[in-house]
């Protein structure tokens, strides 16, 4: 092979560029010099590696293509020399709603619409309609959050984990009683003790890691070292055996006689029964506030099903402080999420939240109707061109299997839904697995007794086909080179 031994220089290669039909055009020439450099680095690097040079109208091209992938918002190319992927779209067939490192709950519909509606165009986001004003910044939210929950009032923020910071903050310099059986890491590393610590307040254990009374909290409350009774829902592990967790409705009572303000972080707050889909019943946040809790937090994009989100409701006088609070500007959520959470939260009270929000028509999903999808799916891949490269040694087979689904994301944990599944076996699972992942879109599954299995409650109906097609390239790529 022949061709140039060393690479243009960034003038050569900008003026081929220009020579080019599709041209630098408008482009900013002092933006774009760092990308021609590092297409002349990449072609140096290819060079010494033993490959032959390349012309500079072609590396004026490969310039071009990356340029214009920027100019619309793209990364430079997926799995290029120096693009670095984007966010790659996903199938979820885990089997695992919730599922933090996917992004949580897609949104529904309304939702998008509404934050496509906030990001384009200016809106009445703190402006007070009658007297053209500042005004109180997006109150349409609060007030779904009111009307769901019952709440007095109610304020949002960026998470949940910033929602319970903000509200431990109540304590002052006081001491925050939680039970050493809520003492949980949320994920990520973040625990309680630290949030706690972090909001300056004083952390006051409460009974042991099993068995923990309300006579236990009054004895932290009634000696003035606690001023905060914080409950946590211990949402990512279950406890079983000889347990004991206070009543909610009696500790508020013995919380309230003694001054202090109940704080119950719900996790994933609820605003369906959950036992309405053969589930563990889960509080709902309204439940909470009747058994007497001055404030409950929950997610956005937990069991909500919305954007990320930390939703606060409660007393009106204890909300009030929260929102005048200097950190809860540093917690603030963006108009975009506001739209989105809004919209989410109109579903609930149109009754359709469990038709029109992804995670609850994923959980509502019926099994035989998940079994039909995932018997479609085999038979696409049964029936269409080869599933492993011609003169392959590797045997796949495939079949449909039972499997059970689970709610994820610190929520609802122990607890498990009937599913159906494609189930493929013959192969590595861990080489088709990471096949599986490379491809784009990219499959996300899981091994069960050395079966990669892909759950079809997690994947949205309309993507049945691009799975099957997705499978099928994965298996190509994990197949090729296993000739006989
Ligand atoms: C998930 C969770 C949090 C954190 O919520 P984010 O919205 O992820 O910040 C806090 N507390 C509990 C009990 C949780 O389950």
């Not at 769901?148 to 006081?174: K, P, Q, S, W, Y």
Request: aromatic share 2%; hydrophobic share 50%; glycine share 12%.
């Amino acid at each position: 092979m022949t061709g140039p031994r060393r690479p243009p220089s960034v003038d050569a290669l900008l003026r081929a560029a220009e020579a080019d039909a599709a041209g630098l055009g408008a482009r900013d020439r002092a933006a774009v010099l760092p990308l021609a450099r590092a297409v002349i680095a990449d072609e140096r690097a290819a060079i010494a590696g033993g490959a032959a040079g390349r012309a500079p109208a072609d590396l004026a091209a490969d310039l071009l293509g990356r340029l214009e992938a920027l100019a619309n918002g793209e990364p430079e190319g997926i799995g290029g020399p120096a693009g670095q992927p984007g966010l790659v779209p996903v199938i979820n067939a885990t089997g695992v709603i919730l599922h933090t490192n996917l992004g949580r709950a897609p949104w529904p519909e309304a939702a998008i619409e509404a934050a496509r509606a906030a990001a384009s165009a200016p809106s009445m986001l703190e402006l007070d309609v009658d007297t053209g004003r500042r005004g109180r910044r997006f109150r349409a939210v609060e007030d779904e959050v009111v009307a769901l929950t019952g709440a007095e009032d109610a304020l949002v923020t960026n998470n949940n984990a910033a929602a319970v910071a903000l509200a431990v903050g109540l304590a002052g310099r006081g001491g925050v009683a939680v039970s050493r059986g809520e003492l949980v890491e949320i994920g990520g590393g973040v625990r309680i003790p630290e949030i706690v610590r972090r909001a300056g307040a004083r952390l006051v254990e409460v009974g042991t890691t099993n068995r923990t009374r309300v006579a236990d909290f009054e004895a932290a409350l009634a000696d003035g070292r606690a001023k905060v009774v914080l409950r946590v829902h211990p949402s990512n592990f279950a406890q079983t055996g000889f347990v004991e967790a206070p009543d909610a409705a009696e500790l508020a009572a013995v919380a309230h006689r003694h001054g202090a303000i109940v704080i119950d972080d719900l996790g994933s707050g609820a605003l369906l029964d959950t036992a309405r889909f053969g589930l563990a019943h889960e509080p709902t946040p309204r439940e909470r506030l009747e058994a007497g809790a001055d404030l409950v937090t929950f997610s956005g994009d937990k069991l909500v099903g919305g954007p990320q989100a930390g939703i606060i409701a409660g007393r009106a006088g204890l909300v009030e402080k929260l929102r005048r609070d200097p950190l809860a500007r540093a917690m603030r959520p963006d108009k975009v999420a506001l739209a989105a959470l809004a919209a989410t939260l109109r579903l609930y009270r149109g009754g359709v939240a469990h038709t029109a929000i992804p995670i609850w028509r994923q959980i509502a999903a019926p099994l035989d109707e998940l079994e039909r999808r995932a018997s479609g799916v085999l038979a696409v891949l049964a029936s269409g061109p080869a599933l492993v490269p011609d003169g392959s040694r590797a045997k796949v087979a495939l079949a449909v299997d039972r499997v059970e689904s689970t709610i994820g994301g610190g929520s609802l944990p122990g607890q498990a839904l009937p599913s159906w599944a494609v189930a493929i076996s013959g192969l590595a699972p861990q080489r088709l697995l990471a096949a599986l992942r490379g491809g784009e879109p990219a499959v996300i599954g899981r091994v069960i007794d050395d079966v990669v299995v892909l759950d079809l409650r997690t994947v949205d109906p309309t993507d049945d086909h691009r799975l099957a097609d997705a499978v099928r390239a994965a298996l190509q790529r994990a197949t090729l080179g296993t000739r006989a």
